[in-house]
Every structure is written in C-alpha cells, then in structure tokens.
C-alpha cells in the first residue's frame, strides 16, 4: 500500500495567510504543524514515509521538502503545471511507479481531520473493499445543506458488517433546494476527495474515460527521471485538459457500478474558507473563540483570529473572522468568508501582484 | 488676548494607537496634523503664534514643540505631574505671566472641530462676554442623552442680539434618566471643556473657590523660570489636590451667577472613545466607513479603520472599529469602544507595560 498526497492547491480562499508562495497545505492552520505535515502524519500507522508520496507544483516542492525532512526526497513530485485532481493523480501514479496491485490512498494535503485514529481506520476498510477491485470513495455525513460539496448516493451495503456501499451516483455541487433534499433522504453524504483503489483499477478507469490521459501516463512512465525529464513531462501536461476525479473518473464509473463508498466519521473539513476553519476547530477544540497568536478577549463570540507577531486584542465580536500577516490585515463577517476570492480580485486590479 | 492649550491628556481611551508616550493630541487621528496642530492652526484667525501657550505634561514637552516649530519655545510649558484642568490652567497663567486685563482662551489640546470658522466666532463672541467679567464657556447641542459630559443648564440671554446667556446650573456626568431629561428640556448644552475669561477673573474665582491653589499661584509666579524652576514648581505641584475647572471653579461660580455660556455649533466631539472618532469623522466626511492607510472594502457598514503601513480588508462588517498599530491591533463593536479602559487593564496585569 502506498499513498498520493495532493498538494497541489492554490488556497486563494485562506488570503490573506494563503499566498501564491505559500499556499494552504502549507500553512499552520490548526496547531504546530501545516495541514501537509497533519496529513503525512495522521498516515503513519498505515505506511512507512517511502510509500508515501506527495504531488505538489514545481514551485512548492522545495518548501515541501523542507516540511517532511523523513521522505525521500524523490517522493516529492513536481507537477509541472496545473490540471486539476485526475491528471495530479495520474501524474504521480505515473512517476510513483508502484506495483499495480498495490492499493494507492489518495488523500488531499490541505483538508482538517479531528479524529485521526478514525480517519485511519476508515481509510483501512476503504483499502479492504478497493482489494475486491472498486474505486472507492470516503463520504462524510453532511451537517447541513451545503451546496460547495458534491454530494453521493448510497447504495446496498456490500456486507452487513461493513458499512462500506456502493455508490448509486454523485451529484457535483447542487443547488439549495436539492442539497436540502438530499441531506433529507439520509442517503447522501459528501464527497470528501479522498480516493482508495488498486494502481491496475485506477489504471483502468482512466483508459475507460480519460484515454488521452491513459495515453500521458504512458508516456510518463517511459520518460521516468531520465536528464531532461522535467521538460518532457511539462510537454505532455499542457497538452492535456484539466480532468478532475470527481467528474472525470469517479462519475462515469458510479454510473457503471464501479465506485463504493466507506463513511468517514473522524472531524472532517475542507477548510473551504475561513469560517470553515472557525467551525472545525470550535468543534474539535469545544470553544467558540479559536485564537492563534497573542490574543486577548473582551465578551466576543464566534470569533477566529489567525494571529501573527502582534497582540490582537478582541471587544464585544460576533461571528468575525480576523486574519493577521506582517503586510495585509483581514477582518471579515464570518457569514461572507466566501467572498475572499472577488476580494481578492479587486485586491489585484488595485495594487497588482504585491498581495497575491 | 491669549491662548492656553490644554494638552495633558494620557488619552488611554484610544488604545492602541495611543499610548503614553504618544497620547491622543499628538496623534493624527482626523487628517495628515495631529489634533494639536489642527487646535493650534484653528486659532490663526484669532491669534499670532506668540500668543499661544500649550501646557502639557513634562514628558510632551519635546515633542509638542517639534509639533508647533512655529511656537516660541517657551510657550510650549511643562507640567511636572497631572492635577487635572483646574491646576494645569493656573499654572499654565502663571507661567504665561501675560497682563491680568487679557481676556484668556483655555481650549483643549486634543477635541475635534469640523467647521474652524464657527468655532473662532464661538470664541470671539466669548471673548466679548468674558470682557465684561464673566467665566464663560462654550455649550454644544446635544444630538443625545449621552451620560459622558457635563450639563449646561441655559439661563437668560444677557441681550437679543447674542446667544450668550446666563449658566443657571452645571450638571457633571448626569445619569441616563437625567440625561434624558435634560436633553428633551431643550435648554441644556454639553460642557465642552473650552473656557474663556480675563487674567484677573478666573485669579479671583480661583482665590475664592480654591484659595490654596491661588497660593500655588503666587508661588509659582515668585519661582519664574529661574534657575531649577522645573524642580521647585514640582515641589508645589506636588502639594496641590486634583482639581477640575469643570466642578472647582466653573460649578461654585455658576451657583453666584459668574458664569455665563455661548453655544458651540461646529462639528465638535471631545473624540472620547474610538466610537466617537467614528461618528465625527463620519458626520463631517459624509461617509460611514471612514479609513486612513491602504483599505478595500467590500459592502460594510458604519467602520472605522485606523490603519498603518498594512493593506486592512474589510468585508461584511457593521460598526466595528479597527485600529492598526505595529505591535497591536484593535478590533471592536463600536458600541463597546468605552471598555478598552478595563482591556487596558487586563493588557497590564498580562503583559506589564509592554503595550502601554
């Protein structure tokens, strides 16, 4: 068994922390160690550091390296240029050059598990039922009508000792009225982004619906790391359209009966956005002021504060998100976190690059 | 005709922007001049630079008078520890050693004037009033029952033709019922601090109503500037109570009919609290978000962002107060801006005075 960690997010939406230099996985979000650091470590029950590797942008695998001095260093791929999730994992499944029959542990480098213990155990049921051939999924008992997930239907389960199932279908990011009753029938749950399958299966569903991927993947596996190789991966990467696992592979194979899922119960959060971030760690820490850095509070209430070097002292706040870097502040409604990104697009038509 | 600046205030009420050694009237917090300056500069119309006297504490000394190159040195006195108005004004007329037969304009050092011109023919015309032998101050409309300030109760008008008249009572920091009250009277003004009288008048209400501060006076008068004035004027300081001109002299004269007020209508706020900045600068800028430094906002309301070298980002926040410093930042409900006194305890008893 090994694993694929997927570095490869921008993070615009954790600005201004998240920056083009040091985007989200990056970062100390919750506690003393980046979320990559989190992820690598949450997985050492399951696998020794040589089988685990990370895919991140040509220009984060230095820092990356820096981050997780016990891999290899080889383990740390480069992914020339960015094509979304399904060429990231091809990508490295390629370069990885693992044993097909092996199962492969896609997880995301950026998201925040509570519970890491069973995080693991649902990532080992997701192994035990991608041995028997599936592409298999981790989905997460929605909390609420969000409409940023994808969301699965649940099938028959395949053993009533397990509660993996089969998935029915995958509905990407819906509309309101149909998140709401999905959340309502008690058989969906969200689409987490974590992969569990064989190298061979993987193999085969992207030549089944991705075949010009299937055939860059070829062409990846004959350039290895010869001189050069650099150059001649990032040939076949442009070439290719953005494909993204969820679309491009997990929902053509539901269609076909390929795809099963394992409930994932262990704290989970994408860390979407700042006021994600606040509610996971609220709930993992139980307060509702979440604070980093040197703070001081005067009767404020649901409150993040990413502090830096400074003292950021807090009176009578509601639901206010406070992000504080050497060059740029943030104080944000916590209900219009998602509005970083048009932020952020203004930020750049006023002052250029400076901030980005 | 003279003036005394009154520029001893600590000014904690706006923390983090000041601090002791930076207290409010040398800050910028209304423009590119310091509250000082714009003071200073507000009495142009009415006096030549010569004629100006600012009394701040020992501390200030230096850096009020980098603040006002246009001062004779010596106008800029020292004070060698705070008694509050009442004692700062006596010394600062003791000190000025200007003809008794002047009339005296005692303004505070560190409030917020929006209409300049209003403010001079408010003084003008007191100064004609404090001609005749009155204590006079100056009154402003209260746009509300606020329980911070003094009460004027209006008595009669010496003459038609002027909006002077008669202090029937003074009312110090009422409570809310009482404020109320007074407001919906219609016939009672703020106490805004400002005061106007001749040498000779407010000497003769001080050896009435405070004849140990009038023995100060003469002390002080007898030391001169001589040679180690600095530490024998200290001795007599030193030996003095606080005392306020509001209740140590304007009261008790009030209650003998030596008081009279003109009222004050130009955009004035004492700026007590970080709220009040807000408010002012809002009414006088026509705005309701009202920012200095690098800022971007999208869709809040009624915000004030003191900034510094930092782009602040704003989103989706309604009345809430920002204020931006090197080592500290300050983000607050506007209307809880009157606790950052007891904040500013906690910061101490935390942190010593590191951030004081």
């Not at 749950?189 to 030549?207: D, K, P, S, T």
């Not at 076949?236 to 269609?255: F, N, R, S, Y």
């Not at 993992?284 to 002021?289: D, I, M, V, W």
Request: net charge negative; glycine share 8%.
């Amino acid at each position: 068994m090994y694993a694929i960690v997927m570095a490869g997010g921008a993070g615009t939406r954790l600005w201004p922390l998240s920056r083009r230099r040091t985007p989200k996985q990056l970062l100390n979000l919750a506690g003393d160690a980046s979320l990559l650091q989190q992820t690598v470590a949450r997985l050492a029950p399951l696998l020794d550091p040589a089988d685990i590797f990370v895919i991140t942008s040509q220009a984060h695998v230095r820092a990356t390296r820096e981050q997780l001095p016990q891999l290899p260093e080889g383990n740390v791929l480069g992914e020339p240029l960015a094509r979304n999730t399904g060429v990231a994992a091809a990508l490295a499944t390629a370069l990885a050059g693992r044993d097909p029959d092996e199962v492969a542990l896609v997880v995301p480098a950026d998201h925040f598990v509570a519970e890491g213990p069973a995080y693991v155990d649902a990532l080992r049921e997701a192994a035990r039922v991608a041995e028997r051939g599936y592409l298999v999924t981790l989905g997460v008992t929605p909390d609420g009508p969000a409409t940023g997930y994808g969301y699965i239907r649940v099938g028959e389960r395949f053993h009533p000792s397990s509660p993996a199932a089969r998935v029915d279908a995958f509905t990407e990011k819906p509309d309101a009225a149909t998140a709401r009753t999905m959340v309502k029938s008690g058989n969906h749950l969200w689409n987490a982004g974590i992969f569990v399958w064989r190298g061979y299966v993987f193999r085969q569903a992207v030549e089944r619906y991705q075949p010009e991927l299937a055939k860059a993947m070829d062409r990846v596996e004959r350039i290895g790391t010869l001189p050069g190789f650099q150059s001649e991966i990032r040939t076949v990467v442009e070439a290719l359209p953005a494909i993204q696992i969820d679309t491009g592979l997990a929902e053509p194979a539901a269609a076909e009966g390929h795809m099963a899922v394992v409930p994932l119960d262990a704290g989970w959060s994408d860390i979407g956005s700042w006021s994600a971030l606040l509610e996971a760690l609220s709930e993992a820490q139980g307060k509702e002021l979440v604070a980093s850095g040197r703070h001081l509070d005067r009767g404020s209430h649901r409150v993040l504060v990413q502090g830096g070097e400074r003292l950021v002292v807090t009176v009578g706040l509601e639901d206010v998100i406070i992000v504080d870097t050497p060059d740029a502040l943030l104080v944000c409604a916590a209900d219009r976190a998602e509005e970083i990104k048009q932020v952020l697009d203004e930020i750049s038509a006023a002052t250029g690059d400076q901030y980005l």
